[in-house]
């Protein structure tokens, strides 16, 4: 069942990316998209739209999501099925959906690029769908999965790498230090999390998009593929078991650090042996290693009821 939903995922992903080239952007023939010919030559006028859309897309569904789970009338009925305890403060909340924000202009450039490419014949693509169906359809019903290695590497990299038969420092520390922490400032998941990254680590993340291009797919393939590292972000990130999109496995990487890099349905932590199913089975990875909070000095932001009883206290 992961998998069959990981694929509507994927389709779904298709499908936003679909709506945008053919209507959105192109007209019914697509045409006006800007990998067809507009992107020759560097302009403000082709590139701010594409801005303005991944800007209003990430803030409508985050922004959406989070006010459902945290502030809306139904919020109350919700917090049962809460991840991790307690309310993301309000310096957390700002915090995600600034650096979402210009994760965002991160996807913008990286858009552009590829669409520059494409119509300057530097990035070889299919003029239609109807070119190599069987290409399209796989990439459309199995892009999360085909892209999902991708992730995981860049994920593992940005943390401690522990190899003993390295030397000097641990490369994976530095890394971590200066580009992955930021994203763990957020100990308490939200939807604006899920992209919350220092620029150089959304440009890695998003790179995702040119994993197609070497088979010469349509270019809403590549939008497609960065469209769906948005939503598995933002919804993975969202913090509650119910409605549904909450992703337990992954909050045991948020609370522990140290484990749980990539999705639990693909296995590549189990076949690294990162795999933690239950937060008392991270330790075990590590043997009698100090991990999480005890390695690290990420400083992460409060919880509400925490700077409540802080101040409470103070006064």
Known sequence: MDHLRTCLGSLRSFLLAYLAVFHLHGGQDGWGYPAFG???TWSWTWIWPLLLRNLLAAWLICGFWDWLMYFSPLAPRFLPYKLTPGVPSWAQMKHDAWWTSVGMMCATLLES???WGAATGRLAHAATLGEAP????LWAV??????EPHDYLRHRLLHPWRKDWLPGPDPGRFLYKH???LHHKSYNTTAFLGTSFHPVENMIFLSAGFLAVPFGVHPVIPLALMVDCGFAAWLGHGGFLFPGTGDYYHSIHH????CNYGTMNIGLDWLFGTFAAREEEAKAI???RRIGMEDNDTTV???KDQEGQEKDARE
């Open 255 to 258: 609370t522990h650090f140290d």
């Open 134 to 137: 069987a290409t399209h359809l």
């Open 113 to 115: 690029l590829y669409c």
């Open 286 to 288: 590590w043997k009698k």
């Open 142 to 147: 199995a892009m999360t999965h085909l892209r």
């Open 38 to 40: 507009a992107a020759a």
């Open 301 to 303: 932001f409060c919880n």
């Open 179 to 181: 580009i992955h922490k």
